[in-house]
């Protein structure tokens, strides 16, 4: 059966797959086909980004380009600008013109990874929706059934609490995070994994139940959850009865749904224009 990343669509005379890449604050991320990378900002990100679609493709894709952190977004475009065949779309440009995949009308200024985050989830489940991103930063989010982006919150991910803390306290080392084995912890660094969670575990929590009472005004409306330490706060709202799966590539599907539902005018004006050296 066909599905989602089966797309392809005819450009100017020529055919194109879609992929979709996710520049975020710690990683890029790319997705097409049955192929998802990870590659964190070193000193050979760009070389394997470039070694990918040059080396490791057989097609010529349409990328869709989101980005969060915009030191890395020139640099992603012109290593794949460098490579023939492809071409390079702007996200946010899709978005902006597609108001029937998701209205935008009454929020200002959302980040574009919450908003096609959003997208993704819906490409499994039908609205309305709450959707969790537990990364560097942990968003929560509301789609209405009528496919209005409602708003959200966001707080800091179990990382960056760490590392806060340890850079804003003398006794307190910095410290990568391991799951608590008990809400109590008896020494410093238990003591900071139980924090931790009960802080973000509890905040979404928290949060879920607002937007569900206030927001949506429906106690059984689905929760998406993805990101790279989304899996404590998937046990304990599962445990807690909540209604709530993982969706590993939220994001990126979002990209690629926004490609395959976009007009070709709107895919030829998406298009970013050769950046120079």
């Not at 990918?52 to 969060?68: A, E, W």
């Not at 991103?133 to 009528?146: E, F």
Request: with cysteine; net charge neutral.
């Amino acid at each position: 059966m066909a599905t989602l990343y089966d797309t392809k669509i005819e450009l100017n005379g020529v055919e194109y797959g879609i992929a979709g890449i996710d520049v975020g604050n710690s990683r890029v991320k790319i997705h097409h086909d049955d192929v998802f990378l990870s590659f964190p900002y070193d000193k050979e990100w760009k070389k394997n980004v470039q070694h990918h679609f040059r080396d490791h493709v057989s097609k010529r894709y349409l990328i869709g380009l989101s980005s969060v952190n915009p030191k890395q977004t020139t640099a992603i475009v012109k290593v794949l600008q460098r490579i023939p065949g492809h071409l390079v779309l702007n996200a946010h440009s899709l978005l902006m013109r597609n108001d029937a995949l998701l209205s935008l009308g009454r929020v200002e200024n959302a980040g574009i990874d919450r908003m096609l985050g959003t997208i993704g989830a819906m490409t499994r489940i039908q609205p309305p929706i709450i959707t969790v991103d537990c990364g560097t930063a942990v968003t929560v989010n509301a789609v209405s059934a009528d496919h209005h982006f409602l708003g959200g919150v966001i707080f800091a991910g179990l990382s960056t609490q760490l590392f806060g803390l340890s850079k804003q306290t003398a006794a307190i080392p910095e410290a990568k995070y391991v799951p608590p084995t008990s809400s109590l912890g008896v020494n410093t660094m238990q003591c900071l994994m139980s924090g931790v969670t009960a802080s973000v575990v509890g905040g979404v929590l928290r949060t879920i139940t607002s937007i569900k009472t206030n927001d949506l005004a429906d106690k059984d409306v689905p929760v998406v959850i993805t990101g790279g330490e989304s899996q404590q706060v998937l046990d304990t709202l599962v445990a807690e009865g909540v209604n709530a799966v993982y969706h590993q590539h939220m994001v990126t599907d979002g990209i690629l749904a926004l490609l395959s539902k976009a007009t070709l005018a709107d895919l030829q004006d998406s298009i970013i224009g050769k950046i120079l050296n």
